[in-house]
T-cell receptor, first 115, second 113 residues
């Protein structure tokens, strides 16, 4: 069966510090991968998605970046965190997109607080 | 661009009664999918139900049903026989190309005993 992992679960970082959040998927190959951010009391905002190794599409311009160094690994990074980067970060995956919709499978999320 | 509107920030329902959570959407894509997710206080996103834009029949999954009115661009979630464990935040989402989803801001449902 497929599982998705995210770490760390929670993170408290000072403004201006770097960030690296990791997401890995097991039990599938060549998935589409997604990074979402959720502000308190709000819906999910798509940040990045990837259809394959090294292929990253950015949905919202900001000081965050994403990378996919391996087929089932998706990393969210920042060189210098801002207060506005605080939120709940969710990674999600679907099997390779074939034009047929199915649910995205979400990881447990990372709660980031920037102070 | 897609947009999802959930007009009810908070809803209350008595245990064992039915409740409808509203969702309207705006998309220019001719083909799309509609999803509902539940997010308890733990933060996990739990998939509830899916409706394809070309599906003629409304989707049902156990106590969940989706009232899909394509002409009105609405996809309301109906929860029958509410349970205390249904208390959570509920999100409507529209899925488009590359499997991406656009989410609404959610409705917080509280089930009263």
């Amino acid at each position: 069966s497929q599982t998705i992992h995210q770490w760390p679960a929670t993170l408290v970082q000072p403004v201006g510090s770097p960030l690296s959040l990791e997401c890995t998927v097991e039990g599938t190959s060549n998935p589409n991968l997604y990074w979402y951010r959720q502000a308190a009391g709000r819906g999910l905002q798509l940040l990045f998605y990837s259809v394959g190794i090294g292929q990253i599409s950015s949905e919202v311009p900001q000081n965050l970046s994403a990378s996919r160094p391996q087929d089932r690994q998706f990393i969210l990074s920042s060189k210098k965190l801002l207060l506005s980067d605080s939120g709940f970060y969710l990674c999600a995956w679907i099997p390779q997109w074939t034009g047929v919709w199915e649910t995205q499978y979400f990881g447990p999320g990372t709660r980031l607080l920037v102070l | 661009a897609q947009k999802i509107t959930q007009t009810q920030p908070g809803m209350f329902v008595q245990e064992k009664e039915a409740v409808t959570l509203d969702c309207t959407y705006d998309t220019s894509d001719p083909s799309y999918g509609l999803f509902w997710y539940k997010q308890p206080s733990s933060g996990e996103m739990i998939f509830l139900i899916y409706q394809g834009s070309y599906d003629q029949q409304n989707a049902t999954e156990g106590r969940y049903s989706l009232n899909f009115q394509k002409a009105r661009k609405s996809a309301n979630l109906v929860i029958s026989a509410s349970q205390l464990g249904d208390s959570a935040m509920y999100f409507c989402a529209v899925g488009t190309n590359a499997g991406k989803s656009t989410f609404g801001d959610g409705t917080t449902l509280t089930v009263k005993p």
